[in-house]
T-cell receptor, first 112, second 118 residues
Framework: SQKIEQNSEALNIQEGKTATLTCNYTNYSPAYLQWYRQDPGRGPVFLLLIRENEKEKRKERLKVTFDTTLKQSLFHITASQPADSATYLCALDHNYGQNFVFGPGTRLSVLP | GAVVSQHPSRVICKSGTSVKIECRSLDFQATTMFWYRQFPKQSLMLMATSNEGSKATYEQGVEKDKFLINHASLTLSTLTVTSAHPEDSSFYIC??????????????FGPGTRLTVL
């Protein structure tokens, strides 16, 4: 069966450290993968998109990797700040990009 | 970036009534909009895909007669929850795809609508 998993429901790290979130999928063949941030009671906000032929993508303090062999994406936030505390969702393209399937999310808490 | 709005942001209604939620793309045209439902501490579940000028495509298990979707223009889609019941209480989020002709168009999400059915 098709499945998307994110490493943990919740992750606590100390301010200044690098947060690493994992997204694993089974029985999907996405052409690309996206990461979103969602704050409580709000809609998701798009952060980064990485295509299947790209190994790594960066945007400011964010870095995403995509390994289609391992069927895994890693999302890194360097020099984390309390303001980075939120739920982070990965999403795979589905039906040839017609829609997306979301992972369950990881709730990140950056402690001061 | 592209902005998507939803109205209302919060609604409380009695069981048996119908509720309409609007989703608008404010500064771009969206031929495709999506409606999601999210229960507490769970991820987004796609309910339906709405294409301007045609009937919506519903995901398996979503009742099309209960969740009426209308995508009358390139900037507006509405979701009507008919004869709402307490189990329909949820966070409803829409998104709009900014069409650039490629297969990796980004979805922009609205702020969500919290529906509580008493």
């Amino acid at each position: 069966s098709q499945k998307i998993e994110q490493n943990s429901e919740a992750l606590n790290i100390q301010e200044g450290k690098t947060a690493t979130l994992t997204c694993n999928y089974t029985n999907y063949s996405p052409a690309y993968l996206q990461w979103y941030r969602q704050d409580p009671g709000r809609g998701p906000v798009f952060l980064l998109l990485i295509r299947e032929n790209e190994k790594e993508k960066r945007k400011e303090r964010l870095k995403v990797t995509f390994d289609t062999t391992l069927k895994q994406s890693l999302f890194h936030i360097t020099a984390s700040q309390p303001a980075d505390s939120a739920t982070y969702l990965c999403a795979l393209d589905h039906n040839y990009g017609q829609n997306f399937v979301f992972g369950p999310g990881t709730r990140l808490s950056v402690l001061p | 970036g592209a902005v998507v709005s939803q109205h209302p942001s919060r609604v409380i209604c009695k069981s048996g009534t119908s509720v309409k939620i609007e989703c608008r793309s404010l500064d771009f045209q969206a031929t495709t909009m999506f409606w999601y439902r999210q229960f507490p501490k769970q991820s987004l579940m796609l309910m339906a895909t709405s294409n301007e000028g045609s009937k919506a495509t519903y995901e398996q298990g979503v009742e099309k007669d209960k969740f009426l979707i209308n995508h009358a223009s390139l900037t507006l889609s509405t979701l009507t929850v008919t004869s709402a019941h307490p189990e329909d209480s949820s966070f409803y989020i829409c998104s709009a795809r900014e069409t650039s002709g490629g297969s990796t168009d980004t979805q922009y999400f609205g702020p969500g609508t919290r529906l509580t059915v008493l």
